[in-house]
């Protein structure tokens, strides 16, 4: 029997990944093994969470992956731990489509309670109707609580206190406003270090001194978790899979390399700081941050011609977003000052003049679906003469524009691609 949650907000800037940060080190310093989650696409906060838990963060996403796999992966990592807890997307009920991969599917999906987070800075009994609206507009989420965020006073938590009463939901006690626990940004350019722990540290503390954790866990209903229905790719040879992995390179999925293990072996290596690619069937050059290593990567001439060489006898690649800038011409940075790097596509990449693309895609390819997830603000420069080889359609199944390049037996796209669940014959088979 576990015990597990999900943490959600009515709306965003809530507060809702201090606290799960905070509430993964302050378990974890308890002795207990916390296994956190992430519902959505999200490849950002779960490298946070890995840090405040000491334990892998995993992506749960009702619009990539079937219902099955869904329970598949929530129980073969929640089996190994006391507690889970899934940091919920944006507002409770906000999905893709109406609620479709939103915080409030996943916690239906996985029959787990909600407890909710709630930005009660500006507001008193008002909050009452809100919070029943939240309760009473899908009978099949259950909100086991609340946990009002930025409350200053024990006057001002007593209106609050009153309105859940009011309502019939549990009120689990108010966090202060605390500038040490203030999380910057967690897009471009963060990077986890010292300040960052000292953050996380700092949240724990600060939530064990406001909220009774013990007596939180107490109302949350043990659950049983239901039993993995282990599957194995099927694959006729077993393949080496060398997987780019430093600074500049870190978005993946974690059941995405799950499956590569299982297909066979799987090797690190860095463009960075390798200067040769390890003799591998496929090379998967992932997304990251590879805009603030221009030099490095552009100085790094022996790595920049192995992964050329690569693509030209025939190795299987696949490159996403900063994957797919690291395989172009050259990628120009906010200054504009341009740096070479591998050349298998004549196009460029921008960061000048950067816009936001974001969303779910559908991509349809050889006669395969997979969906993944689009999110950078780069742009591309010069891609009339490269071959896009798929359609592409929104969550929405509207067709975009994004593109998937193809040069030889290399693939390369904007998107980054789920198949955790079944694969992507095109590229790992």
């Known amino acids: 029997m576990k015990k597990s949650f999900l943490i959600a907000a009515p709306w965003s800037n809530s507060g809702k990944t201090t606290i799960t940060l905070g509430l993964l080190r302050l378990l974890k310093n308890k002795g207990l093994r916390v296994q956190p989650f992430k519902c959505g696409p999200d490849y950002i906060d779960t490298i946070h969470h890995s840090s405040a838990a000491g334990i892998s963060s995993v992506n749960l996403d009702s619009v990539m992956m079937s219902d099955e796999h869904l329970t598949d992966v929530f129980a073969k990592y929640s089996n190994k731990v006391?507690?889970?807890?899934?940091?919920?997307?944006?507002?409770?009920?906000?999905?893709?489509v109406k609620d479709k991969g939103s915080s409030s599917e996943i916690a239906k999906k996985l029959n787990i309670p909600v407890i909710l987070v709630v930005n009660a800075k500006s507001m008193a009994f008002t909050v009452a109707p809100i919070l029943k609206g939240l309760k009473d507009f899908d009978s099949n989420v259950h909100i086991a609580g609340v946990i009002f965020n930025f409350v200053r006073t024990e006057s001002h938590y007593a209106f609050l206190k009153e309105a859940c009463e009011s309502i019939g939901l549990t009120s689990f006690g108010y966090i202060p406003p605390n500038d040490e626990i203030s999380i910057p940004s967690r897009h471009l350019g963060l990077h986890i270090d010292t300040s960052f722990e000292d953050v996380i540290e700092n949240a724990a503390a600060h939530i064990n001194k406001h909220i009774s954790v013990e007596n939180m866990l107490t109302k949350i209903a043990t659950i049983q978790v239901q039993k993995r229905n282990l599957t194995t790719p099927k694959t006729s040879e077993n393949i080496k899979?060398?997987?780019?992995?430093d600074?500049?390179?870190?978005?993946?999925?974690?059941?995405?390399l799950d499956y590569f293990k299982q297909l066979g072996e799987v090797v690190y290596f860095s463009p960075i700081h390798d200067t040769e690619v390890p003799k591998a069937d496929f090379i998967y050059l992932a997304g990251g941050y590879p805009e603030l290593y221009l030099e490095q990567l552009s100085n790094n001439k022996t790595m920049l011609?192995?992964?050329?060489?690569?693509?030209?006898?025939?190795?299987?690649?696949?490159?996403?977003?900063?994957?797919?800038?690291?395989?172009?011409?050259?990628?120009?940075?906010?200054?504009?000052?341009?740096?070479?790097?591998?050349?298998?596509?004549?196009?460029?990449?921008?960061?000048?003049?950067?816009?936001?693309?974001?969303?779910?895609?559908?991509?349809?390819?050889?006669?395969?679906?997979?969906?993944?997830?689009?999110?950078?603000?780069?742009?591309?420069?010069?891609?009339?003469?490269?071959?896009?080889?798929?359609?592409?359609?929104?969550?929405?199944?509207?067709?975009?524009?994004?593109?998937?390049?193809?040069?030889?037996?290399?693939?390369?796209?904007?998107?980054?691609?789920?198949?955790?669940?079944?694969?992507?014959?095109?590229?790992?088979?």
Not at 82 to 96: H, K, N, R, T
Not at 247 to 256: D, G, V, W
Not at 411 to 419: D, E, K, T
């Open 82 to 96: 006391d507690i889970s807890i899934i940091e919920g997307v944006m507002g409770l009920f906000d999905g893709a």
């Open 241 to 245: 899979i060398a997987v780019a992995k």
């Open 247 to 256: 600074e500049a390179f870190t978005f993946t999925y974690l059941e995405n």
């Open 305 to 429: 011609k192995a992964i050329k060489s690569a693509a030209e006898n025939g190795v299987k690649i696949l490159a996403e977003c900063g994957g797919m800038m690291y395989l172009g011409k050259s990628i120009i940075d906010e200054k504009g000052t341009e740096f070479s790097m591998v050349n298998v596509f004549d196009f460029n990449t921008s960061m000048e003049r950067k816009k936001l693309s974001l969303g779910y895609r559908r991509v349809v390819l050889n006669n395969q679906e997979i969906w993944g997830h689009e999110f950078h603000y780069s742009n591309i420069l010069n891609d009339e003469t490269t071959t896009n080889v798929a359609s592409i359609f929104s969550a929405r199944n509207k067709e975009v524009n994004t593109k998937i390049y193809q040069y030889k037996n290399v693939l390369a796209s904007y998107i980054h691609f789920y198949w955790g669940g079944n694969g992507f014959d095109p590229i790992l088979k």
